[in-house]
């Protein structure tokens, strides 16, 4: 059995992970990082739009301060946002940024040479630093750099299946290399969690194929429950069929949305803010045209328009747009309207932590010692019932630093840790069977089954009976996939379809919570919408839902004020 | 019309070695002009046989994951669509693995060789002044500019596997990492100048390795002027 030790490992190398390892590195000189993509592919890397911080580099005559920051988060999350978390993100955004800065981002400047801003849905300023529209991709090369520098272990292409614990205590983890088909034991003294989103468990979505949620079944699996899980922000303008976003700097930029009629139909839902309404208000306002007939030709799309933009600053100011929807849609946004629809984009919860990124809800009596989580796996509770744009690239890099920084000095010596081999032989035999399976259900007709059923039925309007067919159907999906399942690739090595099938394992699992948590919430508040209660309901549903596996499989529901 | 593709298998744990499997699938008009190499590749995958193998992640050209051999060139798979590959007479797509690399499976290849060049060049900001400062340093947009197309670079590898000089001396860095170099080197907040210039001035494995192919730029899926970044290299290592 292949053993590494590690001081400190870290799960995922987007921009949490990638963050962590630099903080941590101060402190700990053992660290890894383990990806199923190779880092640089990383999700992080697609984010297009923007960073937020209050620097007031760009506003007119008002001046920003983090607490008119911290206001639009909690405002955008319909009040769901824990304060002392809010409070973290948006006091400590300016340093952590320039940080970053520091590590040689490529950020757009002004004339003067400055950080350059611009506006972003919710955000009553212009806050959001951005490089072109690559702002992921910029970010993420200079963390990779930094730790490049340092000297950061990576291994890539390795998947981890599985915590090893003892109590509340993390041992180290079990992966799978995807490269050779081996199993693979790291033990660690501390453990972050930095896996992404669950995106992938929708038809359609602006998220990398790697965003499948497996740190959320990984506490699952754990007894660790998952918070908020309900609130799954659409993304107002994806790519018509194509899961590719065009970045809401569009709209910042001065964008409309329009219908068949060439209406800027936002007019009737948000006559202020129009476009740049929170998310969920827009997405809800498209589908609510889609619905009622008034998408283009009738059909389930709409416009985005540019065409009224200056040619310079389209080219300048959204390059990657331009390209995008040459390149997919055969359509030059300078001349026609871009054909959007919603999409699955992002989720607000996740693990829970603590501030210090400690997996951790002392209400409810979870309290890790050594196992922490950042980035879009956790639920710190920064984006409440709804991310405003550009906040979570700030979540990853803010919370992922804390991670660091907490993680390595908890983290004590692997040495001598004795790991159950029980565990081990475990994951080996079920490797085993699902390349012996010889079922008839393809992996990839199991997968396409949920994400429709998440789609129509937990999607942007949700309703209680929907939501409980949708119950019965993923049970029943479940056992297809114990029972049924096929995987045709039977090689040990670069096996993507096992790589597929364990992913799916997991998108079952956590799916029965998403929709559990939706059927729960019996109001409408933020990304969750209610079509039997349309109403927000702040005496009977002012607080958090965790919900965890209880050992016998059941899914039990917890919940928990918020900080305010 | 009838899409035929021929695609590369090489399974490592047979004694096979590799050949070129066929499939073919019809399309209309309408999918002719949406699909892309990649999404055709997903479905032989899911409808025809699980076990083909490659790499993707984001599925629209910012992640560098899926760039392979098609018809001939360096491709993003996820960006090329079958419309511009075939016509009435040709109706043949072949997919192979970036050449100049090892294969691990199929259309996989072991970029390691690849990233540990890009390590050597110190892909990072070297600079002692400012970063103790709680402003941001200064930089104009003009100095940004000068930068700005070598920050897009995505390493798909595309370039560098599509270099005569790499094929023939795996020390050369090649064009991948050189852009990388000229990223960081020429960013005005960076002070590593000599600190890089030792190796790219290299005799072996440094820019004079260059013969002015072009295969890169050609490669490039992100367009960019790989062979004007090498010159503008070579010019600073003679002391222009
Ligand atoms: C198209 C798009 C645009 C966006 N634009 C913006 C924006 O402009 N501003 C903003 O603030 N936010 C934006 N977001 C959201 C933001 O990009 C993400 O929330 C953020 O990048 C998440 O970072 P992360 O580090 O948590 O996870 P990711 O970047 O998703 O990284 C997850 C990592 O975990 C690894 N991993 C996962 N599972 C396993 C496993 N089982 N074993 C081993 N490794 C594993 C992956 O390989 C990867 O390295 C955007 C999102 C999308 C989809
Ligand atoms: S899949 Fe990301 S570049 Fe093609």
Not at chain 1, 79 to 86: N, S, Y
Not at chain 1, 380 to 395: D, F, Q, W, Y
Not at chain 1, 457 to 474: M, P, Y
Not at chain 2, 105 to 115: G, I, Q, T
């Amino acid at each position: 059995m292949r053993t590494i030790d590690h001081r400190l490992l870290i799960v995922g190398g987007g921009a949490a992970g990638l963050r962590a390892a630099i903080e941590a590195d101060k402190h700990v000189d053992n660290l890894g990082v383990i990806s199923k993509v190779r880092t640089l592919r990383s999700h992080s890397v697609s984010a297009q739009g923007g960073i937020a911080a209050s620097l007031g580099n760009t506003g007119d005559n008002e001046s920003d301060s983090w607490k008119k920051h911290l206001e639009d988060t909690i405002k955008g999350g319909a009040d769901l946002v824990d304060r002392d978390a809010g409070e973290v993100l948006t006091q400590n955004a300016v340093e952590n940024v320039i940080e970053l800065e520091h590590m040689g981002v490529p950020f757009s400047r002004t004339s003067m040479g400055t950080l350059d801003q611009r506006p972003f849905g919710g955000h009553s300023l212009p806050r959001a630093l951005y490089a072109a529209d690559r702002t992921g991709h910029a970010i993420v090369y200079s963390l990779y750099g930094e730790n490049v520098k340092r000297g950061t272990t990576f291994y890539d292409e390795f998947f981890v299946l599985d915590l090893l614990t003892e109590g509340r205590s993390v041992l180290g983890l079990v992966a799978y290399d995807i490269k050779t088909g081996e199993i693979v034991i790291f033990r660690a003294g501390a453990v972050i969690l930095a896996t992404g989103g669950p995106s992938q468990v929708y038809d359609l979505t602006s998220s990398g194929t790697a965003s499948t949620g497996d740190g959320l079944a990984i506490a699952l699996r754990n007894g660790i429950p998952i918070e908020d899980m309900e609130f799954i922000q659409f993304h107002p303008t994806g790519l018509k069929d194509k899961g590719i976003l065009i970045t809401e700097a569009a709209r910042g930029e001065g964008g409309y949305l329009k219908n068949d009629r060439g209406e800027r139909f936002m007019k009737r839902y948000e006559p202020e803010n129009m476009e740049l309404a929170p998310r969920d208000k827009v997405v809800r306002g498209m589908q609510r045209e889609i619905n009622e007939g008034r998408g283009i030709n009738g059909e389930n799309y709409l416009h985005l328009d540019l065409t009224h933009l200056s040619r310079e600053k389209i080219k300048r100011k959204l390059p990657t747009i331009r390209e995008l929807a040459l390149d997919f849609a055969n359509i030059d946004p300078v001349e026609q309207s871009i054909p959007v629809q919603p999409m699955a984009h992002y989720c607000m919860g996740g693990v829970p932590t603590d501030i210090e990124a400690r997996v951790q809800s002392k209400e409810i009596g979870v309290a890790w010692e050594n196992l922490y989580a950042a980035g879009e796996v956790a639920c710190v509770s920064v984006h409440g019932a709804n991310r405003l744009g550009t906040n979570s690239l700030l979540e990853a890099v803010t919370f992922g630093k804390r991670a660091g920084r907490f993680a390595a000095q908890q983290a004590s010596s692997s040495d001598g840790v004795e790991v159950d081999e029980a565990v081990v032989s475990k994951y080996g035999s079920r490797i085993e069977s699902l390349l012996e399976n010889e079922g008839s259900v393809k992996v990839s007709e199991l997968r396409d089954r949920l994400k429709r059923i998440m789609t129509e039925k937990c999607g942007v309007f949700r309703s209680g009976e929907d939501l409980k067919e949708a119950l019965n159907q993923i049970y029943q999906l479940q056992e297809d996939y114990d029972g049924k399942l096929v995987v045709e690739d039977s090689s040990q090595k670069f096996n993507t379809e096992l790589k597929m099938a364990l992913e799916l394992g997991n998108m079952l699992d956590y799916s029965e919570v998403i929709v559990e948590a939706a059927l729960a919430r019996e109001e409408s508040r933020g990304a969750h919408f209610r079509t039997d209660y349309p109403e927000r309901n702040d005496s009977d549903w002012l607080q958090h839902s965790l919900l965890h596996r209880d050992s016998t499989g059941e899914i039990r529901h917890q919940y928990r004020e918020v900080d305010t | 019309m009838e899409i035929v593709f021929e695609v590369n298998r090489y399974n490592p744990e047979t004694e096979e070695g590799n050949f070129y499997q066929e499939f073919s699938f019809p399309v209309d008009h309408g999918e002719l002009e949406e699909l892309t190499v990649l999404e055709s590749l997903i479905k032989l995958k899911e409808e025809k046989d699980g076990s083909l193998t490659f790499r993707h992640s984001c599925g629209h050209g910012s992640c560098g994951s899926c760039a392979m051999l098609i018809n001939g060139e360096n491709r993003l798979a996820c960006k090329t669509h079958l419309i511009d590959l075939v016509s009435e007479n040709e109706t043949r797509i072949k997919v192979s693995p970036l050449p100049g690399f090892p294969v691990i499976k199929d259309l996989v290849v072991e970029l390691e060789s690849f990233f540990d060049q890009d390590e050597e060049v110190k892909p990072y900001l070297i600079a002692e002044n400012g970063s103790e400062t709680e402003e941001e340093r200064l930089q104009t947009p003009e100095e940004l500019g000068q930068i700005q197309e070598a920050t897009e670079c995505i390493m798909c590898g595309a370039c560098t596997s599509a270099c005569p000089t790499y094929w023939d001396n795996k020390k050369y860095l090649g064009p991948g990492a050189f852009v990388k170099a000229f990223r960081w080197e020429r960013d005005s907040r960076d002070e590593g100048g000599e600190e890089r210039m030792d190796f790219l001035d290299d005799s072996r494995g440094g820019v004079w390795g260059c013969n002015k192919v072009f295969n890169c730029e050609e490669a490039c899926p992100k367009d960019i002027d790989t062979v004007g970044i090498i010159d503008l290299l070579k010019r600073e290592a003679l002391g222009f």
